[in-house]
């Protein structure tokens, strides 16, 4: 036997029993996206490499470390997306489509990145993101929240909380640099290895280390939320003042700077504690200099992205997903010219009834096997075409669930007793 192709590491398949779970997911998240308004737009998922270094950062693990790039047969750079908001915002800059509107968009799909896999974080994951264009004011930033507290309520998850704070402008960010560097440097001999690389380079990073003695160190550093510009104060108060008159609970976290440079103002996830170490199941922000950065005319944008593994992963947890649905009408035959006889019938009743799913067994098997596959099948009704039922043009219809009854009619019958046998279907 010729040696096995296995999958990549930290990149799944999604089999057809994890399917009922996704779908059912995507589909409610577009119910709640679309009741806001937002619009479905699908993205490349290549994008050239300088996309994703001049918005998330030239010195971020992302663009660093974690991204596939590699050379296009032209010799371009190219890189298969670690997240949705860069292409999003050149697809919006490229076709003018953030301007002269208030713009409300959505996305899913899966983006990569190279990072080390353990649960919850994968090589190939999904994200399903909004982003919006052109509202300044602190209001979207509530929407967005509100949108996702939607959500959570209509999925029945529990045990998620949610984190905020403010980044402030770019003028306040870059003072807050030079004395959290300052800060750094004279406390330097404490830090853990990767934040005095940090330090110079990217020092709010050093906020985000898991490091206890770096943790330690970070109590006495200057907070940027203590010296935001008074604009971001003002938009930041009222987003919080907002978000209690909407009764949702919300924690101000002073060290959350998320792990993408485009943010400015508003930042905030939401986390879960039951999922270990990858609890962030949500999380997004204000990038209002991003447009510009990316060659636009300026544009505030706003938005955030869920990780549909991690909400799924939680939502199993919860015991909060749907059974999967398996088919709710079983063929069987016996004979060759019956097997025909099943496959016209399964068409017939989908003709008459597109509500309806149905299985036709389309394979060898006596009918005691056959019985056992519509039985494990999980359908509610056998329908059994033997000799005799074909000469008859007769069917012999079978409950599965509960009384077994079982029943032989003519063909033209097979719907009302169906309906008779099943009254639900
Ligand atoms: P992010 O925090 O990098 O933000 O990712 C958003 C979410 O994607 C995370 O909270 C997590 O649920 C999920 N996620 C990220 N990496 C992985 C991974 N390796 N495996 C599994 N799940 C993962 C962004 O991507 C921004 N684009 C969000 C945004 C949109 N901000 C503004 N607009």
């Known amino acids: ?49 300088e996309l994703f270094a001049r918005s998330i950062g030239a010195v971020t693990d992302i663009v660093e470390k974690e991204m596939y790039t590699f050379q296009d047969r032209n010799g371009e750079s190219l890189t298969l997306r670690p997240e949705g908001t860069a292409g999003c915002v050149r697809a919006g800059i490229e076709h003018g489509l953030l301007h002269n509107q208030l713009v409300r968009l959505w996305y899913a799909g899966p983006m990569f990145r190279h990072e080390r896999p353990q649960k919850g974080r994968y090589r190939q994951f999904h994200q399903a993101g909004v982003e919006t264009f052109g509202m300044e004011g602190p209001d979207i930033d509530a929407e967005l929240i509100l949108m996702t507290a939607r959500l959570w309520r209509e999925l029945g998850l529990e045990n998620v909380r949610l984190e905020v704070n403010s980044l402030g402008s770019a003028e306040a960010r870059a003072a807050h640099r030079v004395a ?18 940090r330090l110079e380079s990217n020092p709010l990073r050093v906020l985000d280390s898991k490091h206890p003695a770096t943790r330690e ?59 270990g170490a990858q609890g962030t199941i949500c999380a997004g922000g204000r990038y209002d200099g991003l447009v510009d950065q990316l060659g636009g005319r300026s544009a505030p944008g706003c938005g955030f992205a869920m990780g549909l593994e991690r909400l799924l992963d939680l939502l199993a947890i919860q015991g909060l997903l749907p059974e999967m649905p398996g088919p709710q009408v079983y063929v069987l035959s016996q004979g060759e010219a019956e097997r025909r006889a099943a496959l016209l019938l399964g068409e017939a009743l989908r003709q008459a009834r597109p509500d309806l799913d149905v299985l036709v067994h389309c394979g060898e098997g006596g009918l005691k096997a056959q019985m056992k596959r519509a039985d494990r099948s999980g359908a509610q009704m056998a329908l059994i075409i033997g000799e005799q039922e074909r000469v008859e043009g007769s069917v012999t219809v079978r409950k599965l669930r509960g009384d077994s009854e079982q029943v032989k009619v003519a063909q033209t019958a097979v719907l009302a007793e169906l309906q008779r046998l099943w009254p639900n279907a």
């Open 217 to 275: 160190v970070l109590r006495d550093a200057p907070q940027l939320l203590e010296a935001l510009d008074d604009a971001s104060r003002e938009h930041f108060d009222a987003l919080c003042a907002t978000l209690s008159e909407a009764g949702i609970e919300y924690v101000v976290n002073p060290s959350l700077v998320r792990g993408l440079d485009y943010y400015s103002r508003t930042v905030f996830e939401w986390i879960t504690d039951e999922l």
């Open 180 to 197: 959290l560097q300052a800060f750094l440097r004279s406390r330097i001999d404490e830090l853990d290895e990767d934040s005095r690389r």
């Open 1 to 49: 036997m010729a040696e096995r192709i296995q999958s990549i590491r930290g990149m799944h398949d999604i089999l057809p029993e994890q399917g009922a779970a996704w779908s059912w997911l995507e589909a409610r998240i577009r119910g709640v996206v679309e009741q806001y308004g937002y619009r479905r737009i699908r993205l490349p998922i290549v994008e050239k490499t």
